[in-house]
């Protein structure tokens, strides 16, 4: 007998109501929203990127650059004691990730050992017998340190996104060395991508006056110097294109605490401050260096290299050099959000203006409404009353799948509406194969209700097996799939598990109330 | 009382079987020319799985391609591609990849947003890198072979490995055909063709499933029926299911082909394709794969898990009066 337990209806009624109540934000925008009062579920489904217009970046760290980085900031403290344990060496540099050298005396091996081993417990030391070392970081210290340089980059590019004045960016790391960067609204990300794909690492060093720069090519670097050249707006205003400065940083750009584009004499500069310890050595080289040019690096390319007219003891300075309006306050920016750990490469970006979104929206609706229209039509030319039984499922269904995106916070994308609208289709599958099966058990001579009976739990398995292996398909797409894929995977699996229980349950619960209302005499199948 | 307008009465007595043999040597034929194509000329991957960049611009006017063409050509970033999109006013420019891996890419777009000058509002950039590209084809390939393992795997759960088989053989007929569909008319073959793939790759094992679990409930009841008739009747049986939820599928497809917008325009071709060519699987190469592999019908129980009744109820067409518990 088709009997459903009063909780199972006030269950089904329930569900039901629950998923008309929390799709129906939706149908409103979100200024009419406000005017409702607060304390009413309200949550409405979050739009993609591709429906509501934004800009998409996949970034990913080069974490062997910071690795290579932090190694030859190491490499000074090599070179030092060596020369405090005064041990002969050759070829020091910093090569596949790791810091060789050659010891030139090979009775020296040992003293070099203990003098190596106090600098970072986290470098492992091997020096053949032939003199030939080797530092390198373990592999769980790089492991550690590599995340460490993406979770500091996350950290640092969130500082710089949130000074450009982006409204909820989404900033997440994705595997080990990506980041994803959605930033809603913007629909031409080159500022953003200009300010991302800068380091910004900023230092102070000295310019050797002791030769020009052809000179050292010529006659070959002297110790601890390197050539850097300069800016190209710098390098345009009739400045040098080449400096040849001291490898030693006087004071870097971790120490600064503010950093704020102004004014001097008409031209845009940029205004700095260190905290104590930056202004202290800062006081100090700069006591220490009058008179002579100090280089003013940033991103190993010189910005400018004014003469240190005075010691400068406050902690805070200006730097000038060919600045516009904008790229002084962008510098200011990257100054204040700080240096990045390691170099960033844009892998994918995908923007999407708002107009298209629109457009995306209002055909994707479209398209559902027409599709849910013609379904309609279909299933009650095909099946009279059971079909108009089938139709209202239907409409549960489509409440249903937008209260569980809504409520779950899931994002819809244009796929994700293809999505719906698939299932829209699929979802009546259900419904014919029971009234099919139905018809078949009336044909072989059941009463009406045993053959409604038996239509429902023989066809309950096939519809079983259907609809686990569209989800099958579902959960794969989602699991491998990205960005838009994946919201289609989401309304397709959802739908799948939505239109089970409209399909199934709702129309049986409206066959049972008719059966019992109308008290009919026989099937209108 | 509503009563439906449109009734198939009786359960049809097409003989499926004897058109099997040239399903068969249709589908061979289909499957070798898009294995061919594929080899070939491979697909018109979009850059999705290429990598470049898809520019889609819409110009005050008319847009003049010759003109932008000309612009984009001076830059020297490659062979552009350009078309209409949808409306004479949008444009949809491709840029191949260029040179310098993943950084190379985001200079080309500043480069051809500058030359094609003010104007024109972006609708869509979408710029993709080498690596991504590389990463994308291999998740793609991936999640279609796991889709089809992990749907078989239930398959060979619920039936008997011959309908595992079968269903295996009709749905890579299913994808196969449907990637050389993509390579003969040079549609653009892009993520959502691969999340179209999978879902035709569900939608056909779906339908399958349904013939399946017909023969099996067949094998049961008619234990001497000839194999042949068999199917026959679990074809027919389920034809007008068959031909319901096709047509509420391709509704909703057709719907979102003629409406869904550019965006949407392959996934619904691949679609619509792919119900077409899934549902004709079904019933031509599906099916009669398992007359040639036929499981053993001793192994398959008297008494199915759902307390099936073993009744020895003759063929439809002669309702006998036997009306069950209420």
């Not at chain 1, 990045?340 to 479209?366: K, N, Y």
């Not at chain 1, 095909?382 to 108009?388: A, D, E, H």
């Not at chain 2, 049961?220 to 026959?232: A, E, G, Q």
Request: aromatic share 8%.
């Amino acid at each position: 007998m088709l009997y459903f337990a009063n909780w199972k209806v006030l269950l089904i009624c329930g569900v039901c109501l629950l998923g008309v109540v929390f799709s129906l934000p939706n149908l409103f925008t979100p200024a009419q929203l406000a005017w409702i009062p607060h304390g009413i579920p309200l949550k409405q489904v979050n739009l993609g990127l591709d429906l509501r217009g934004g800009s998409y970046l996949l970034l990913e760290v080069d974490v062997g650059a910071a690795e290579t980085e932090q190694l030859n900031s190491l490499i000074e403290n090599v070179r030092s004691a060596l020369r405090n344990a005064k041990i002969g060496y050759t070829g020091l540099n910093v090569e596949n990730n790791a810091i060789v050298f050659t010891i030139r005396d090979q009775d020296r091996i040992e003293d070099a050992r203990t003098a190596l081993a106090k600098i970072d417990p986290s470098l492992t030391l091997t020096i053949g017998t032939d003199g030939a070392g080797k530092m390198q970081f373990s592999t769980q210290a790089t492991d550690q340190r590599r995340s460490q340089a993406v979770e500091q980059s996350i950290e640092i590019i969130r500082r710089r996104i949130d000074e450009t004045g982006t409204k909820e960016p989404t900033i997440q790391q994705q595997g080990s060395d990506r980041i994803l960067v959605e930033l809603p609204g913007i629909d031409n990300p080159e500022h953003v991508k200009a300010l991302l794909g800068k380091t910004a690492k900023l230092t102070f060093q000295l310019v050797d006056t002791s030769m020009s720069p052809e000179e050292a090519r010529r006659r070959g670097l002297p110790p601890g110097d390197e050539i850097l050249s300069a800016q190209e707006q710098a390098a345009r205003s009739g400045q040098p294109s080449q400096y040849l400065v001291k490898r030693r940083v006087m004071v870097g750009g971790d120490t600064l605490v503010d950093a704020q584009a102004t004014f001097q004499n008409n031209e845009p500069v940029v205004s700095f401050r260190f905290d104590t310890a930056g202004a202290k050595r800062f006081g100090d080289a700069t006591r220490e260096n009058v008179g002579k040019p100090f280089a003013i690096v940033l991103d190993n390319k010189v910005i400018s290299a004014p003469v240190i007219r005075e010691a400068i003891p406050g902690g805070s300075g200006i730097i000038s050099g060919s600045f516009t309006v904008q790229s002084a306050s962008d510098l200011a920016l990257l100054l204040r959000a700080g240096a990045l750990p390691a170099p960033i490469t844009i892998l994918e970006e995908r923007t999407v203006g708002p107009d298209l979104g629109a457009d995306s929206i209002h055909a994707g609706a479209v398209a559902c409404v027409v599709g849910v229209i013609l379904v309609v039509v279909f299933m009650f030319l095909f099946y009279g009353l059971f079909g108009l039984f089938a139709d209202i499922a239907l409409v549960f269904n489509l409440c249903l799948m937008l209260g569980s995106l809504s409520l779950l916070g899931a994002t819809l994308t244009l796929p994700g509406i293809a999505g719906i609208a698939l299932t829209l289709g699929m979802a009546v599958d259900a419904n014919v194969l029971i009234y099919e099966r139905i018809r078949e058990e009336m044909r072989s001579g059941r009463t009406m209700l045993s053959s409604l009976e038996a239509g429902f739990t023989r066809a309950f398995g096939t519809i079983l097996d259907s609809h686990v292996t569209t989800l099958v398909a579902g959960i794969l797409l989602y699991w491998l799939g990205s960005g838009p894929v994946k919201g289609f995977a989401v309304t397709l699996s959802i739908g799948v598990l939505t239109s089970l229980f409209s399909a199934i349950l709702v129309t049986r619960l409206q066959i049972v109330t008719w059966l019992r209302r109308w008290k009919p005499r026989e099937i209108p199948l | 009382m509503i009563r439906p307008l449109i009734v198939i009465r009786r359960v049809p007595t097409i003989d499926f079987m004897r058109w099997h043999v040239f399903g068969f040597a249709f589908s061979i034929l289909l499957g070798c020319v898009s294995i061919g194509l594929f080899a070939a000329i491979g697909l018109n991957y979009g850059i999705d799985f290429k990598g470049g960049t898809l520019i889609e611009a819409k110009t005050q006017g008319p847009a003049d391609l010759a003109a932008m063409r000309a612009k984009l050509d001076a830059l020297h970033i490659g062979e552009a591609s350009l078309q209409n999109f949808g409306d004479p006013t949008e444009v949809l420019i491709r840029l191949p990849e260029q040179p310098g891996g993943d950084a190379g890419q985001q200079r080309a777009i500043e480069l051809a947003r500058k030359a094609l000058g003010p104007g024109i509002d972006y609708r869509r950039t979408e710029v993709v890198g080498p690596t991504v590209g590389a990463e994308l084809i291999r998740a793609g390939a991936l999640a279609t072979v796991l889709a089809l393992v992990a749907i078989l795997i239930y398959i060979w759960f619920r039936f008997e490995w011959q309908f595992g088989v079968g269903a295996t053989i009709s749905t890579i007929h299913d994808v196969v055909t449907t990637i050389g569909l993509f390579a003969i008319f040079r549609l653009e073959f892009d993520l959502t063709t691969l999340a179209a793939i999978l879902t035709i790759a569900g939608y056909s094992i779906n339908d399958t499933v349904v013939i399946y679990d017909r023969v099996r409930e067949a094998m049961r009841k008619y234990r001497t029926m000839p194999f042949r008739d068999l199917i026959n009747l679990a074809l027919n049986e389920t034809l007008s299911r068959t031909i319901l939820t096709v047509s509420t599928v391709a509704l909703a497809v057709l719907s979102l082909l003629l409406f869904g917008g550019e965006v949407l325009k392959g996934f619904s071709i691949a679609m619509l394709w792919g119900i077409v060519i899934g549902t004709y699987s079904s019933l031509f190469i599906a099916a009669p794969i398992i007359y040639y592999i036929q499981p053993n019908r001793r192994a398959v129980p008297r008494d199915a898990a759902s307390g099936e009744p073993d009744t020895t109820r003759p063929p439809p067409g002669r309702p006998t009066n036997r009306p069950r518990g209420a």
